[in-house]
């Protein structure tokens, strides 16, 4: 298994250029969310989708667009990109299980993210 | 208030030393709790999941107190090879995908 693959690992865009960033998975996992890593901040969710069809806002959405037409992929779009979305951002897939007793675990799987500059 | 917050450290600590962060998050509907590593420059990876009970894996140690909303990690014997960011991930009650990251904890081993 790949697991989870992003490209590119690298890009520089101009403010007000558009573009996607790509996440894949092949582990068959439901779960998919793309995250920002910022200096000082941590990993903040912009959206997420719990199946094909189906996505939702996370804590920072705006200037950001996902879909999910199929359980593999989870396509990023920057519609028209400003320098603070200047950042690592993180694709991840999970699967969730149900214990013994009644805790739900997930563990989510990271891509190698894609270091973006906008200029 | 952050919903999940970490002492970012950074701690340096000597090879052999005993080490222990804390973690405490705002949601008390909260259902799973994770300690995450990342490296320099990489994409965060499970170190382990942190139960009720407590739970431990060779020289690891999390810790979970609800009542406190608090988790812990301790790490025994450390090596140069822990030197990385810990993060303590909480899931919330009603998406199992949604994970809330704090800001990790810088933590270094020196010889």
């Known amino acids: 298994n790949a697991g989870v693959t992003q490209t590119p690992k690298f890009q520089v865009l101009k403010t007000g250029q558009s573009m996607t960033l790509q996440c894949a998975q092949d582990m068959n996992h439901e779960y998919m969310s793309w995250y920002r890593q910022d200096p000082g901040m941590g990993l903040r969710l912009i959206h997420y989708s719990v199946g094909a069809g189906i996505t939702d806002q996370g804590e920072v959405p705006n200037g950001y667009n996902v879909s999910r037409s199929t359980t593999e992929d989870f396509p990023l779009r920057l519609l028209s990109a400003a320098p603070s979305q200047t950042s690592v951002y993180f694709c991840a897939s999970s699967y969730s299980k149900v214990s013994t007793g009644t805790m739900i675990t997930d563990t989510q799987y990271f891509g190698p993210g894609t270091r973006l500059t906008v200029l | 208030r952050k919903e999940v917050e970490q002492d970012p450290g950074p701690f340096n600590v000597p090879e052999g030393a005993t080490v222990a962060f804390n973690c405490t998050y705002s949601?008390?509907?909260?259902?799973?709790f994770f300690w995450y590593r990342q490296d320099c420059r990489k994409e965060p990876k499970l170190l382990m999941s942190v139960y009720s009970s407590g739970n431990e894996d060779g020289r690891f140690t999390a810790q979970l107190n609800r009542a406190s909303q608090y988790i812990s990690l301790l790490i025994r014997d450390s090596k140069l090879s822990d030197s990385a960011t810990y993060l303590c991930v909480v899931t919330g009650g009603t998406s199992y995908g949604k994970l809330t990251f704090g800001q990790g904890t810088i933590l270094t081993v020196h010889p």
């Open positions: 949601n008390s509907a909260s259902q799973s």
